[in-house]
């Protein structure tokens, strides 16, 4: 069965930094293009950040571009999205899912509680 | 940016009537790259539909797909009591990645 599980979340203030770790289970986890996806209380859905199967090619949304960084531990099947200059628009659920470009989003964690205030 | 615009914002009908969803993108994408999800309060989103007309693992036959170039569909054929959640059409084959806003499927 597959299975990702998010952790790290947490409240933060503005400026500060938190980790967010996502670990999969039940698949191949070195074979599959992962992403992080986020959404603000009572929004709709973005997505902020993918990781190709390797972890060499990754991809971040506008709004985190030069904060955020994606990496990967394929030894770990894990998942990270270091997130730096946290600001109160950062506050949101975020999401691990299996998949990103070209590649469908078939699974997703139950997600992890950001709030960015001080 | 390939901006997917859902209509409408919220749909209210009853149990047994038939929903369509539209999501409309601003410029063409593969049917291939067009996915939707359903969404329910405090739950993550659930993959309904990929490549534009397949239904994902455990989808009931009541929800189709259909759709070519910058116009989608999602058609429930017959509502049931858990089929009133949040819907969001995704294409993921144009970087960035984007999803419409959301179509909210209310009780009437």
């Known amino acids: 069965e597959v299975q990702l599980v998010e952790s790290g979340g947490g409240l933060v203030q503005p400026g500060g930094s938190l980790r967010l770790s996502c670990a999969a289970s039940g698949f191949t986890f070195s074979s599959y293009t992962m992403s992080w996806v986020r959404q603000a209380p009572g929004k709709g859905l973005e997505r902020v950040s993918g990781?190709?199967?390797?972890?060499?090619?990754?991809s971040y949304a506008d709004s985190v571009k030069g904060r955020f960084t994606v990496s990967r531990d394929n030894s770990k099947n894990t998942v990270y999205l270091q997130m730096n200059s946290l600001r109160a628009e950062d506050t949101a659920i975020y999401y691990c899912?299996?998949?990103?470009?070209?590649?469908?989003?078939?699974?997703w964690g139950q997600g992890t509680l950001v709030t960015v205030s001080s | 940016e390939i901006v997917l615009t859902q209509s409408p914002g919220t749909l209210s009908l009853s149990p047994g009537e038939r929903a369509t969803l539209s999501c409309r993108a601003s410029?063409?994408?593969?049917?291939?790259?067009l996915a939707w999800y359903q969404q329910k309060p405090g739950q993550a989103p659930w993959l309904l539909i990929y490549g534009t007309s397949n239904r994902a693992t455990g989808v009931p036959d009541r929800f189709s797909g259909s759709g070519s170039g910058t116009d989608f569909t999602l058609t429930i054929s017959r509502l049931e009591p858990e089929d009133f959640a949040v819907y969001y059409c995704?294409?993921?084959?144009?970087?960035?990645?984007?999803f419409g806003q959301g179509t909210r499927l209310e009780m009437k």
């Open positions: 410029q063409s994408v593969s049917s291939t790259y």
């Open positions: 995704q294409q993921f084959g144009t970087s960035p990645i984007t």
């Open positions: 990781i190709g199967d390797s972890g060499t090619a990754t």
């Open positions: 899912a299996r998949g990103g470009l070209k590649v469908i989003s078939d699974y």
